[in-house]
């Protein structure tokens, strides 16, 4: 894109803020934050994958599990986004993949960003529910109406997420790097005038916007959520499980510390002077903060999934059992292959034994595995399901 189709002035903190490498040799903040692309990107799509496959084939469906697949859609969805973005930061801040998915990656950070918020303040007000309205719980909490207010925080996210789609753009500066960021100019008059104020407005607004749809709002909705729990516990004189409050504290502190220093420095980028040593310090805290942002896609596995007990050695158990089924499989296969060696060398010797005696026996074998094995997972499907059913009402 040509320089002149952006707003004068508007866009020139864009350019001065976003770091673009001018040397060939990284510096070694660079490196840092393109190793924790790499780490975070790993670790989330592992995590997320984890529970899926776990969550979704091998544990009965619930409220719970609901709330955990929709997370974890998202967070799968987000960090499976964070290898491109790392390649656009180790090419020295230059997007070579075209316009079109310079848009699309960039909406799904801000969609994990809405839909991430928006399902902690919906978790958290669910539980809140079943503790101060247990009867109205019971009654009417139930999997179709989870998954109706799941489909809602969706569709909330993805028409959230239109405006920023719409902005986002490739913008080639003078010295060839292709950036992949705002372009507030879009769908105004080249020859225009006073273009500079509108997409100050733009700016201003999509900043403000995500910070109370994204951040504020959901962790008003979660901490006082928490706090009527809490309060409710308290009235009917009963014991907060120590797991509980680790658990609470852990959510709030964890969705703050990774949300909050990448609004706090959009905003300081939009409210200072083009070119004042704060607006310099958003630019360069920019790409670290949008980093520490996808950490919580990382955590929210670890927050609400793996606190629950035994749950890591049921995922253990159920890999066993995939690997179990995989060995069995080759054994009986092997046992085929043997025993037609065999009947090919000697015909009289096949004539003497019965010639699926072999195989039969592995297949018998395969045939008591396979059904223990399926007890087995019926029973682990029964104890995860029961885990689960304990750990949402304990928490």
Known sequence: MAMDF?????????????????????????????????????IGIIENLLILGVVGFHVRRSVISIWILNLAASDLLATASLPFFTLYMARGSTWTLGPTFCRIH???????????????????????????????AQNHRTIHLVGKVCGVIWGFAVICTIPFYLFRDTITLP???ILCYYNYARFLPSDMKGRAPICKQRKEALAFFKLFLAFLIPLAFIILSYIAVNSGLARRGCRRPYRF??????????????????????????????????????????????????????????????????????????????????????????????????????????????RNSLPALYVKEEDQTQEAGSTGCRSEVFLTSSIWHNAFHSW
């Open 6 to 42: 952006l707003c004068p002035g508007g866009m020139k903190t864009n350019f001065t803020s976003i770091p673009t490498n001018q040397t060939a040799k990284m510096s070694s903040l660079s490196v840092f934050t393109i190793s924790l692309h790499g780490l975070f990107s790993s």
């Open 106 to 136: 960039s909406s799904i950070f801000f969609l994990n960003m809405f839909v991430s918020g928006s399902l902690l303040a919906a978790i958290s007000f669910d539980r809140c529910l079943v503790v101060l309205r247990p009867v109205w």
């Open 175 to 177: 010295t060839g790097k």
């Open 245 to 354: 409050v680790r658990l609470v504290v852990a959510v709030v502190v964890s969705f703050v510390l990774c949300w909050a220093p990448y609004h706090f420095f959009i905003i300081l980028e939009i409210m200072t002077t083009s070119g004042s040593p704060a607006q310099k310090l958003a630019g360069k805290a920019l790409p670290i903060s949008a980093t520490i942002g996808f950490l919580n896609s990382v955590l929210n596995p670890i927050l609400y999934v793996f606190s629950c007990p035994d749950l890591c050695s049921k995922i253990r158990h159920s890999l066993g059992a995939v690997m179990e089924s995989v060995l069995v499989e080759d054994l009986a296969e092997l046992a085929r292959r043997r025993s037609t060696a065999r009947s090919s060398i000697s015909t009289s010797e096949t004539a003497l034994k019965p």
